[in-house]
């Protein structure tokens, strides 16, 4: 029996926030949403769903990233362009990279709260 993943969620603060940022430069579709508390939005064959942290959490000091997961997206062409434009628009942004014996092009960015996510294009 085959155990296959489709949906991914993330634990943030503000719902809307990231619903907004994944819609804005990704175009990802919203299928699923209960206001400032869940969304859910396709994101090819997976899933992202955000659920609002319990309350305990919200008011947290913000720290940075020490998640070890990321997320990774892949585009068919444009990869650079696409790059430039989440720089414009204030998206946190690290340089292209390539690695030996990978036949893809490669960025990796942090969305509004720290969830880094890897954008790869494929030679």
């Known amino acids: 029996m085959p155990v296959l993943m489709f949906r991914l969620i993330l634990y943030v603060r503000d719902v809307g926030l990231l619903k907004s940022f994944y819609q804005t430069h990704f175009e990802f579709l919203v299928t699923e949403e209960i206001e400032n ?8 064959e997976i899933e992202i769903a955000l659920h609002r ?19 990774v997206f892949s585009v068919e062409s444009g ?5 430039d ?10 340089e292209l990279k390539r690695y030996d014996g990978f036949a893809q092009l490669m960025c990796d960015g942090e969305d509004p709260e720290g969830n880094v996510f890897q954008l790869s294009q494929a030679d």
């Open 79 to 83: 990869l650079s362009a696409l790059r």
């Open 53 to 71: 942290v319990g309350a305990r959490y919200r008011e947290l000091p913000k720290r940075t990233n020490t998640s070890n997961a990321k997320m």
């Open 85 to 94: 434009k989440l720089l414009h628009a204030g998206v946190r942004m690290r």
């Open 37 to 44: 508390e869940w969304a859910v939005m396709k994101a090819g």
